[in-house]
């Protein structure tokens, strides 16, 4: 099996084996984001899905293990060819654990309640949606392509179709200056949606991407480290999501920070208080995704 161009996973799924779907991303317009910028989408054809399957369950076969399906959507496929694969990995890994994947709010969306059962029932236990800010007028400006009530309603499906939702939000998103809008109103996000995961990455801007001319520009001003931190404090004095796996230890992160809301809130504030008084952050060089 040859990967197509470079292929991301979350964090959490360092150990899964990695199986493209799709190449790319169909959206591929967030202005802060270059995952895909050098791919030119396309679902793979059944065959070619089919061949990877089988070649890798020569290896893996009867390894208790996880499977993420790439690239940028998964969830883009017709839910028919999503069901064939989801019975091939049952076919081919009868040990597999859990099947995820990447989804956007408007694939979701695209897909009727009785689809998403269907999906759950057949092995797809958790989807990562990318929120990025609960924030509107942030959403728009990034090209996001969705709004805030959008996120919600596709996070309402997958819960109630018994899928496992990991929502991820970008820290200093906004910028400067929707510094607090972005805080509060992606607190208030979580508090409506109360994901099962919520991952807090912290924006960093690969050469090329459009919001990295802005801040060329000085059109945008980035978050100084400290500056992040005021935002994600003021996040999470503002969420109330009791019982959601909270993680900011991405490679991204200044500082960081993991527990469960809203149990562990207290604790995190003051580890980032901490931090802002010893200046303790990851120094630049470190950060990477
Ligand atoms: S952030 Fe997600 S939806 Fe936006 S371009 Fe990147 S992969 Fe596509």
Redesign the pocket.
């Known amino acids: 099996m040859i990967y197509e161009g470079s292929v991301?996973r979350p964090p959490s799924e360092a150990r899964s084996l990695i199986i493209q779907v799709t190449i790319?991303?169909?959206?591929?317009?967030?202005t802060?984001?270059?995952?895909?910028k050098d791919k030119v989408f396309r679902v793979r054809g059944r065959e070619e899905i089919r061949q990877d399957l089988e070649e890798m369950s020569q290896y893996y076969g009867r390894e208790p293990l996880r499977i993420f399906l790439a690239?940028?959507?998964a969830l883009t496929l017709d839910t028919g060819l999503l069901l064939e694969i989801l019975s091939w990995i049952h076919e081919l890994f009868p040990l597999c654990q859990r099947v995820t994947a990447?989804g956007?709010a408007g694939d979701v969306l695209k897909k009727s309640p009785e689809d998403l059962s269907t999906l759950k029932e057949a092995g797809l236990a958790m989807v990562y949606l990318?929120a990025?800010s609960g924030d509107d007028h942030i959403l728009r400006h990034?090209?996001?392509?969705l709004c805030a009530e959008d996120m919600i309603r596709a996070s309402e499906m997958l819960k109630k179709a018994g899928i496992l939702l990991s929502l991820t939000l970008i820290s200093g998103l906004g910028g400067r200056a929707r510094l607090r809008e972005h805080a509060l109103l992606s607190a208030d996000l979580v508090t409506r949606i109360k994901p099962d995961y919520l991952g807090f990455l912290t924006l960093m801007l690969a050469k090329g991407s459009v919001m990295k001319e802005e801040v060329n520009s000085g059109a945008m001003e980035l978050l100084l480290p400290g500056e992040v931190l005021t935002e994600q404090k003021l996040f999470l004095s503002h969420v109330d999501a009791e019982g959601t796996i909270f993680r900011a230890n991405h490679a991204s992160n200044y500082v960081n920070l993991r527990g469960v809301l809203n149990r562990d809130i207290p604790a995190m504030i003051k580890q980032i208080e901490q931090a802002e008084m010893m200046e303790a952050y990851k120094p630049e060089g470190w950060r990477g995704l």
């Open positions: 991301f790319g991303c169909r959206h591929n317009q967030c802060f984001c270059s995952m895909y690239d940028g959507d990447y956007t990318g990025e990034v090209r996001k392509g």
